[in-house]
């Protein structure tokens, strides 16, 4: 038997259809993505990296489709994102496109001390807190002091209110993060009622399925793009792709400092992505 070792350590059991959907949310057709699975199954060893088998899919998808190795895949582009303000601002984005309304970050007074949020999100007769949690690490998991907090700042926070400290009247909170969520963190979020947003996950929530659904892709899928072009178009709320196409050519090189050409060349790549049918 084909075991996988995962990040963590953790062996499991070699699974082709999760090989399948990779190449899937690639944009591959299934044809393609059954031979990649074959190839993949030919190469595989027994404890084999998830990594390797993630390098050997691209390697494969990219031969396939030249394109690809233009762009990371989604979730890498969210790690390297800056936690802030750039991954604030796509998270409140994520939201919007989930059906809230989102106002953005501020700071609250509660009965016992200030908070600063990262945003207020409105759905129906509920409000909520919304708190943002960016690991670089994208295999790091979002803990229990992280959603310990949260619940500490909304309760502070409702007392605020109920002494007009300030006028929002919270009935929960929302945690996004870029990564997974330890079991600690997510039973005592079910337990208070916090909702939360992980990569994968929960069902109909989770930040992937949003992302890719919507086409949410961040600037930083554009591997060429350095590090400092990053910071400059997050310093104006560029964090997207669909953002940076809004722009012109020669206001992205006025932002970046860069040639028209160079500006033509990001905006060429940024709507190569977008157009593919999915990335993962």
């Known amino acids: 038997m084909i075991r996988v070792r995962k990040a963590d350590g953790r062996l499991e059991p070699y699974d082709g259809s999760k090989i399948m959907r990779t190449a899937l949310y690639l944009g591959l057709d299934r044809e393609d993505a059954e ?31 030249p394109e690809l190795s233009q ?39 509660g009965r016992c001390v200030s908070h600063e949020i990262d945003g207020i999100a409105f759905k129906g007769d509920e409000v909520f807190v919304v708190e943002v949690k960016h690991h670089f690490n994208q295999h790091a ?14 309760e502070d926070l409702r007392e605020g209110y109920r002494l007009g400290f300030h006028p929002y009247a919270f009935t929960s909170a929302i945690l996004v993060c870029n990564t997974k969520i330890s079991q600690h963190a997510e039973q005592y979020a079910r337990c208070k009622g916090i909702m939360y947003m992980g990569w994968r996950y929960p069902r109909a929530f989770a930040l992937s399925d949003i992302v890719s659904s919507k086409k949410i892709y961040p600037i930083t899928m554009i591997k060429s793009l350095s590090a400092e072009a990053v910071a400059k178009l997050g310093d104006r709320g560029i964090v997207t792709l669909n953002q940076l196409l809004r722009l012109k ?17 990001l905006r060429e790549i940024a709507e190569k992505i977008i157009s593919s049918p999915r990335q993962t």
Request: charged residues 35%; hydrophobic residues 45%.
């Open 141 to 154: 998991y979002t803990g229990l002091g992280t959603v310990l907090e949260l619940w500490a700042a909304l």
């Open 249 to 265: 050519a020669d206001e992205i090189a006025s932002i970046m400092g860069a040639s028209l050409e160079e500006a033509d060349r």
């Open 71 to 109: 762009a990371r895949d989604i979730r890498e582009a969210i790690s390297a994102m800056r936690p802030k303000p750039d991954f604030e601002d796509y998270a409140r984005i994520v939201l919007r496109e989930a059906g809230y309304l989102v106002e953005p970050g501020r700071l609250l007074e």
């Open 35 to 65: 031979r990649i699975e074959r190839e993949v199954l030919e190469k595989a060893y027994d404890g084999i990296p998830t990594s390797e088998i993630l390098a050997m899919i691209r390697d494969l998808a990219e031969e396939i489709r």
